[in-house]
Nanobody, 120 residues
Framework: QVQLVESGGGLVHPGGSLRLSCAAS????????MGWYRQAPGKQRELVAR??????TNYADSVKGRFTISRDNAKTVDLQMNSLKPEDTAVYYC???????????????WGQGTQVTVSS
C-alpha cells in the first residue's frame, strides 16, 4: 500500500503565507514526480505545481512568482505559498506518480486533501 499524507493547511489573511507538506509512505520503489492540485467549491481540480525526480518544476500561471514547490528528499514534497489571495481558497491535494513494490506497477496516488482558506 502507498499513502500520501498532507499537513499544513489552515486559515490565513490575504497577503499571508502557508507551507503545505506531503509525505509518501508504504511499498514504494520509485517516485517519478510529485505535485499539488487544488479544488475550489464548484470548480474542477486543477494543477497548482509539480516537480519531477530531476527537480524540473512547472506551475499554474495563477501562482507563478508566489508559490514554490520543493522536495527535500525523495518521499516528501512541500509547497510554500506566499502572497495568498482569497481566490487561492481550496482543498489542496498531494499527488504522486509512484512505482509500487507491492503491485509492481506505476500508478498515480492522491492524498486526502487539506483545506486552505484565505480570508480577512
Amino acid at each position: 500500500q502507498v499513502q500520501l499524507v498532507e499537513s499544513g493547511g489552515g486559515l490565513v489573511h490575504p497577503g499571508g503565507s502557508l507551507r503545505l507538506s506531503c509525505a509518501a509512505s508504504g511499498s514504494i520503489s520509485s517516485i517519478y514526480a510529485m505535485g499539488w492540485y487544488r479544488q475550489a467549491p464548484g470548480k474542477q481540480r486543477e494543477l497548482v505545481a509539480r516537480i519531477t525526480s530531476g527537480s524540473r518544476t512547472n506551475y499554474a500561471d495563477s501562482v507563478k512568482g508566489r508559490f514554490t514547490i520543493s522536495r527535500d528528499n525523495a518521499k516528501t514534497v512541500d509547497l510554500q505559498m506566499n502572497s495568498l489571495k482569497p481566490e487561492d481558497t481550496a482543498v489542496y491535494y498531494c499527488n504522486a506518480d509512484i512505482y509500487s513494490r507491492s503491485t509492481m506497477s506505476r500508478n498515480n496516488y492522491w492524498g486526502q486533501g487539506t483545506q486552505v482558506t484565505v480570508s480577512s
